[in-house]
């Protein structure tokens, strides 16, 4: 190392330091506003029932999607010397993908998949707000866990049809188990996503739906105290209902961190020169923020776009049934590996089937999903109250289940100590961004696993 980055090094460990002692150590906890309204007009009162939900998608909506794909124009050729994801999805892989929507996918099979939990809606700050509820079979556990599971961008309730039987009947699923505990799974779909209704007003962000999915929780289902999981946007709505009510929680569970506290970052930085020095698990001894902002930069043109301009380009998706799947289909095959950028077919059926891909896009369609989907990134990045929230101390039990290929690079512990009380945290041998619908097992068993530490069973 040059003595200018010793320098270099030195000079900025001494002014971080000094941003983190003095922000640091007395944080008082952030206010945060306790009610919302985000329905048509004025406020009214919320219908608290809560009404059985079945899927049924009229046969109109169906028939048009796939005159739409019928129809779609393509308006380029594949480059002659690219035949990966490197440009974005290749054009081979989207006819491919395109044929397979317009002449065997079948929509009332998912349908039917996602039929197979009880689903319900009720309204909250105005909103429709819809839920899968899975309970475990009755008097077959010793105890049962409430567990609030949350998805992300860009997939929705879908992506734990494969995981919540594990959740909610483990010994029926898990080769030979004898666990005490089940859980009773309530998976919501995020406002603007799935069947929950989108926002009518600007700010609803990962606080607002924190406390809906609170209210969820408490006063509509009654659960005095439960156990929360997230990734992507769910886990920070996770970790937010962590910093918001704590005394609701047993423990946090995440697949992805969010941490964005200075301390974090002056130890990521210092960890780059020093890693053997910083980090006990050798797996960090090649640890880089010059790696991570490389593959930021390389991965982060989508959130750019969302987080300031959603609607200009939503209207595009929302209008070609391929441009949707090809948005979306491109960060299933990055963020699941990102060495599937370099395959041809971008790796998509490794680790999932057309059928499933297609239905994670099928529901952005069908629910004109993707403008609120993508409002989301906005009201987190243009809010920068929202963003120091989401930067103050979790003291719940947490745990981490890391999954090697997620996007961005993976952090070394003491790093993710910095923004949480990290209790349990697990460095999984394989699997991405879409834990739960890539590596159900694995998952399922971590959360299990957590669980059984923090709340204590007798
Ligand atoms: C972390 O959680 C444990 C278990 O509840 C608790 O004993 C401990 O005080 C917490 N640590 C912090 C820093 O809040």
Redesign the pocket.
């Known amino acids: 190392m040059k003595a200018i980055h010793i320098i270099a090094v030195g000079a900025l460990a001494i002014v971080v330091s000094y941003l983190y002692v003095y922000h640091g150590g007395s944080q008082e906890p952030m206010k945060f506003p306790t009610d919302g309204y985000f329905g048509p007009g004025k406020k009214t009162a919320d219908d608290t029932s809560i009404k059985p939900f079945k899927i049924n998608v009229p046969d109109e909506v169906l028939k048009d999607l796939k005159e739409r794909i019928k129809r779609t124009r393509i308006g380029h050729k594949q480059l002659e010397d690219v035949q990966d994801f490197t440009y974005g999805m290749n054009l081979k892989t989207v006819m491919d993908f395109k044929n397979y929507w317009e002449t065997k996918y079948d929509w009332r099979k998912a349908e039917a998949q996602l039929n197979y939990f009880p689903q319900y809606t009720t309204q909250i700050e105005g909103l429709k707000i819809h839920f899968i509820h899975a309970k475990p079979p009755a008097n077959k556990y010793k105890v049962v866990i409430p567990l609030l599971i949350v998805h992300g961008w860009p997939g929705n309730v879908y992506e734990f049809y494969k995981i919540i039987p594990y959740l909610s009947d483990p010994n029926n699923h898990f080769d030979g188990a004898e666990s005490d505990i089940a859980f009773e799974v309530i998976a919501p779909s995020i406002p603007g996503y799935g069947w929950s209704e989108a926002s009518q007003k600007s700010g609803f962000d990962q606080i607002a739906t924190a406390r809906i999915f609170r209210k969820l929780m408490n006063e509509r289902l009654g659960f005095k105290r439960f156990m929360v999981q997230g990734g992507d946007w769910g886990s920070l709505v996770v970790t937010n209902l962590g910093r918001m009510y704590p005394e609701f929680l047993y423990g946090v569970h995440v697949n992805m961190a969010f941490v964005m506290n200075a301390k974090a970052n002056f130890l990521s930085i210092l960890g780059s020169f020093f890693p053997t020095l910083m980090f006990k698990d050798k797996e960090f001894y090649d640890y880089s923020v010059k790696k991570m902002f490389l593959e930021i930069i390389k991965e982060s043109g989508y959130m750019h776009i969302q987080a300031t301009k959603p609607d200009t380009v939503g209207i595009g998706l929302n209008d070609s049934p391929i441009g949707l799947m090809t948005y979306i289909l491109e960060k299933f095959s990055t963020w699941t590996n990102p060495s599937f950028r370099n395959l041809a077919d971008g790796g998509l059926e490794k680790k999932f089937t057309k059928d499933e891909l297609l239905t994670i896009v099928t529901i952005y369609w069908i629910n004109g999903n993707i403008i609120p989907s993508q409002r989301y990134y906005r009201e987190y990045f243009a809010n920068l109250e929202a963003q120091e929230f989401a930067k103050q101390?979790l003291?719940?039990?947490t745990a981490l289940a890391s999954f090697p290929h997620d996007l961005g690079i993976r952090l070394p512990r003491e790093i993710v100590e910095t923004a949480m009380?990290i209790?349990h945290f697990t460095l999984m041998k394989d699997g991405g961004h879409f834990a739960a619908f890539e590596m159900p097992k694995q998952l399922a068993t971590d959360i299990i696993a957590f669980t059984t530490e923090t709340v204590r069973v007798v």
């Open positions: 101390y003291r719940v039990p009380n209790t």
